[in-house]
Protein backbone atom coordinates (compact mmCIF):
# COMPACT_ATOMS: atom_id res chain seq x y z
CA UNK A 1 0.00 0.00 0.00
CA UNK A 2 1.22 3.69 -1.06
CA UNK A 3 1.91 5.80 1.89
CA UNK A 4 -0.51 8.77 1.84
CA UNK A 5 0.51 12.03 1.41
CA UNK A 6 -1.21 15.51 2.55
CA UNK A 7 -1.84 17.95 1.33
CA UNK A 8 -2.11 17.48 -2.12
CA UNK A 9 -0.65 20.89 -3.42
CA UNK A 10 0.24 24.18 -1.60
CA UNK A 11 0.13 27.44 -2.69
CA UNK A 12 2.85 29.55 -0.78
CA UNK A 13 4.22 33.25 -0.75
CA UNK A 14 8.07 33.46 -0.01
CA UNK A 15 9.02 33.39 3.45
CA UNK A 16 6.07 31.15 4.69
CA UNK A 17 6.39 27.97 6.21
CA UNK A 18 4.40 24.76 5.48
CA UNK A 19 3.95 21.12 6.72
CA UNK A 20 3.62 18.02 3.86
CA UNK A 21 2.47 14.30 5.70
CA UNK A 22 2.85 11.32 4.60
CA UNK A 23 1.25 8.53 6.76
CA UNK A 24 0.73 4.88 6.58
CA UNK A 25 -0.83 2.31 7.04
CA UNK A 26 1.66 -0.19 8.63
CA UNK A 27 4.37 -0.11 10.49
CA UNK A 28 7.46 1.68 9.22
CA UNK A 29 11.11 1.55 8.91
CA UNK A 30 12.04 4.37 7.46
CA UNK A 31 11.02 7.11 5.40
CA UNK A 32 12.64 8.75 2.56
CA UNK A 33 12.09 12.30 1.37
CA UNK A 34 12.46 13.59 -2.14
CA UNK A 35 11.87 16.61 -4.36
CA UNK A 36 11.35 16.66 -8.35
CA UNK A 37 11.38 20.02 -10.07
CA UNK A 38 9.23 19.68 -13.37
CA UNK A 39 11.17 17.84 -16.47
CA UNK A 40 13.74 16.61 -13.81
CA UNK A 41 14.33 13.42 -11.89
CA UNK A 42 13.98 13.05 -8.10
CA UNK A 43 16.76 14.39 -6.27
CA UNK A 44 17.26 13.00 -2.40
CA UNK A 45 16.30 14.97 0.34
CA UNK A 46 16.72 13.18 3.73
CA UNK A 47 15.89 9.95 5.59
CA UNK A 48 14.55 9.32 8.85
CA UNK A 49 15.02 5.74 10.49
CA UNK A 50 12.82 4.60 13.22
CA UNK A 51 14.04 5.63 16.40
CA UNK A 52 16.15 8.19 14.90
CA UNK A 53 16.60 11.60 15.38
CA UNK A 54 14.17 14.30 13.43
CA UNK A 55 17.08 15.59 10.32
CA UNK A 56 17.43 18.68 8.22
CA UNK A 57 18.23 20.17 5.21
CA UNK A 58 18.62 23.91 4.80
CA UNK A 59 15.52 24.88 6.17
CA UNK A 60 13.50 21.95 5.31
CA UNK A 61 13.38 19.32 8.13
CA UNK A 62 11.37 16.69 9.24
CA UNK A 63 10.06 14.18 11.85
CA UNK A 64 8.91 10.73 12.04
CA UNK A 65 6.10 10.00 14.29
CA UNK A 66 6.61 5.94 15.14
CA UNK A 67 3.60 5.56 17.16
CA UNK A 68 1.23 7.44 14.36
CA UNK A 69 3.46 6.05 11.43
CA UNK A 70 3.72 9.37 10.04
CA UNK A 71 6.25 11.27 9.02
CA UNK A 72 6.21 14.99 8.52
CA UNK A 73 8.18 17.34 6.10
CA UNK A 74 8.84 21.22 7.78
CA UNK A 75 9.25 24.28 4.78
CA UNK A 76 10.69 26.94 6.90
CA UNK A 77 10.61 30.83 5.06
CA UNK A 78 10.19 29.20 1.94
CA UNK A 79 12.07 30.02 -0.79
CA UNK A 80 11.11 30.25 -4.76
CA UNK A 81 13.65 27.32 -5.13
CA UNK A 82 11.40 25.10 -2.96
CA UNK A 83 8.94 24.86 -5.87
CA UNK A 84 8.61 21.29 -6.81
CA UNK A 85 6.94 18.17 -5.91
CA UNK A 86 7.61 16.40 -2.29
CA UNK A 87 7.59 12.53 -2.61
CA UNK A 88 7.71 10.65 0.31
CA UNK A 89 8.85 6.76 0.07
CA UNK A 90 8.51 3.81 3.18
CA UNK A 91 10.68 1.15 4.19
CA UNK A 92 8.92 -1.59 6.39
CA UNK A 93 11.88 -3.38 6.71
CA UNK A 94 15.37 -3.24 5.49
CA UNK A 95 15.07 -5.01 2.38
CA UNK A 96 15.29 -2.79 -0.16
CA UNK A 97 11.36 -2.27 -1.30
CA UNK A 98 10.11 1.03 -1.29
CA UNK A 99 6.77 2.41 -1.49
CA UNK A 100 6.22 5.69 -2.77
CA UNK A 101 3.05 8.38 -1.91
CA UNK A 102 1.63 10.38 -5.07
CA UNK A 103 3.17 13.62 -4.26
CA UNK A 104 2.90 17.09 -3.00
CA UNK A 105 3.02 19.87 -5.66
CA UNK A 106 4.21 22.90 -4.01
CA UNK A 107 4.33 26.36 -5.52
CA UNK A 108 6.39 29.15 -4.04
CA UNK A 109 5.23 32.56 -5.41
CA UNK A 110 7.21 35.90 -4.53
CA UNK B 1 31.09 13.01 -12.35
CA UNK B 2 28.79 10.41 -10.45
CA UNK B 3 25.73 9.90 -12.16
CA UNK B 4 23.36 7.24 -13.19
CA UNK B 5 22.98 7.24 -17.33
CA UNK B 6 19.96 5.82 -18.62
CA UNK B 7 19.51 5.22 -22.86
CA UNK B 8 17.20 5.67 -24.73
CA UNK B 9 15.36 9.16 -23.48
CA UNK B 10 12.85 8.68 -25.70
CA UNK B 11 11.40 5.93 -27.02
CA UNK B 12 8.34 5.17 -29.14
CA UNK B 13 7.47 1.79 -29.95
CA UNK B 14 4.89 -0.67 -31.17
CA UNK B 15 2.57 -2.89 -28.89
CA UNK B 16 4.56 -6.37 -28.96
CA UNK B 17 8.21 -5.24 -30.23
CA UNK B 18 10.83 -6.46 -27.17
CA UNK B 19 12.66 -3.47 -25.76
CA UNK B 20 15.26 -3.05 -23.00
CA UNK B 21 16.30 0.25 -21.30
CA UNK B 22 19.62 0.51 -20.10
CA UNK B 23 20.92 1.49 -17.12
CA UNK B 24 24.71 2.42 -15.96
CA UNK B 25 25.93 3.57 -12.48
CA UNK B 26 29.32 4.43 -12.23
CA UNK B 27 29.70 5.31 -8.06
CA UNK B 28 29.73 1.31 -7.42
CA UNK B 29 26.74 1.14 -5.85
CA UNK B 30 25.26 -2.20 -4.31
CA UNK B 31 21.68 -1.04 -4.69
CA UNK B 32 19.64 -0.27 -7.99
CA UNK B 33 16.19 0.17 -8.59
CA UNK B 34 13.60 0.85 -11.38
CA UNK B 35 10.97 3.05 -11.13
CA UNK B 36 7.98 4.43 -13.29
CA UNK B 37 5.72 7.63 -12.77
CA UNK B 38 2.60 8.38 -14.06
CA UNK B 39 0.35 11.36 -12.92
CA UNK B 40 -1.34 10.94 -10.03
CA UNK B 41 0.39 7.75 -8.67
CA UNK B 42 3.90 9.19 -8.19
CA UNK B 43 6.78 6.38 -8.21
CA UNK B 44 6.30 2.79 -8.21
CA UNK B 45 9.10 0.37 -7.95
CA UNK B 46 8.94 -1.93 -10.66
CA UNK B 47 12.35 -4.40 -9.41
CA UNK B 48 15.28 -3.64 -7.48
CA UNK B 49 18.36 -4.97 -6.93
CA UNK B 50 20.50 -5.20 -3.61
CA UNK B 51 23.51 -6.60 -5.24
CA UNK B 52 25.22 -8.87 -8.58
CA UNK B 53 22.60 -11.51 -9.11
CA UNK B 54 19.94 -10.41 -6.13
CA UNK B 55 16.89 -9.01 -7.95
CA UNK B 56 13.16 -8.94 -6.26
CA UNK B 57 10.24 -7.71 -7.04
CA UNK B 58 8.69 -4.28 -6.46
CA UNK B 59 4.92 -3.20 -6.62
CA UNK B 60 4.46 -3.20 -10.02
CA UNK B 61 6.73 -6.33 -11.96
CA UNK B 62 4.28 -7.81 -14.43
CA UNK B 63 5.24 -7.30 -17.86
CA UNK B 64 8.85 -6.47 -16.86
CA UNK B 65 12.05 -8.37 -16.27
CA UNK B 66 15.36 -7.10 -15.08
CA UNK B 67 18.88 -8.92 -14.77
CA UNK B 68 22.15 -7.73 -12.58
CA UNK B 69 24.91 -9.54 -14.13
CA UNK B 70 27.41 -7.01 -13.33
CA UNK B 71 27.17 -4.31 -10.36
CA UNK B 72 26.55 -1.17 -12.36
CA UNK B 73 24.48 -2.12 -15.06
CA UNK B 74 20.71 -2.72 -14.18
CA UNK B 75 18.55 -3.12 -17.63
CA UNK B 76 15.03 -3.46 -17.79
CA UNK B 77 13.27 -5.80 -20.40
CA UNK B 78 10.02 -5.24 -21.31
CA UNK B 79 9.27 -8.62 -23.75
CA UNK B 80 6.16 -7.91 -25.17
CA UNK B 81 5.02 -4.19 -24.48
CA UNK B 82 1.46 -3.00 -24.30
CA UNK B 83 0.03 0.41 -24.30
CA UNK B 84 -0.43 0.15 -20.50
CA UNK B 85 3.47 0.45 -19.77
CA UNK B 86 3.58 4.10 -21.87
CA UNK B 87 5.31 5.56 -19.07
CA UNK B 88 8.12 7.79 -18.03
CA UNK B 89 10.70 5.16 -16.17
CA UNK B 90 13.44 6.04 -14.28
CA UNK B 91 16.38 4.26 -12.80
CA UNK B 92 18.94 5.23 -9.22
CA UNK B 93 21.16 3.63 -7.86
CA UNK B 94 22.12 3.68 -3.99
CA UNK B 95 25.05 2.69 -1.32
CA UNK B 96 22.50 0.48 0.14
CA UNK B 97 25.24 -0.29 2.97
CA UNK B 98 24.59 -3.03 5.58
CA UNK B 99 21.26 -4.56 3.37
CA UNK B 100 20.04 -0.76 3.81
CA UNK B 101 18.76 1.85 1.19
CA UNK B 102 20.60 5.63 1.35
CA UNK B 103 20.50 8.17 -0.68
CA UNK B 104 19.32 7.18 -4.03
CA UNK B 105 20.57 8.97 -7.16
CA UNK B 106 18.10 9.01 -10.08
CA UNK B 107 19.26 8.75 -13.79
CA UNK B 108 17.34 11.17 -16.03
CA UNK B 109 14.41 9.05 -16.81
CA UNK B 110 13.19 7.63 -19.90
CA UNK B 111 9.81 8.86 -21.55
CA UNK B 112 8.01 5.37 -23.70
CA UNK B 113 5.50 5.70 -25.55
CA UNK B 114 3.93 2.17 -26.79
CA UNK B 115 1.45 2.15 -29.57
Known amino acids: QQPVQSPQAVILREGEDAVINCSSS?????VHWYRQKHGEAPVFLMI?????EQKGHEKISASFNEKKQQSSLYLTASQLSYSGTYFC???????????FGAGTQVVVTP | EAQVTQNPRYLITVTGKKLTVTCSQN?????MSWYRQDPGLGLRQIYY???????DKGDVPEGYKVSRKEKRNFPLILESPSPNQTSLYFC??????????????FGPGTRLTVT
Open chain 1, 26 to 30: KALYS
Open chain 2, 92 to 105: ASSAGLAGEVHEQY
Open chain 1, 48 to 52: LLKGG
Open chain 1, 89 to 99: GTEFRSWGKLQ
Open chain 2, 27 to 31: MNHEY
Open chain 2, 49 to 55: SMNVEVT
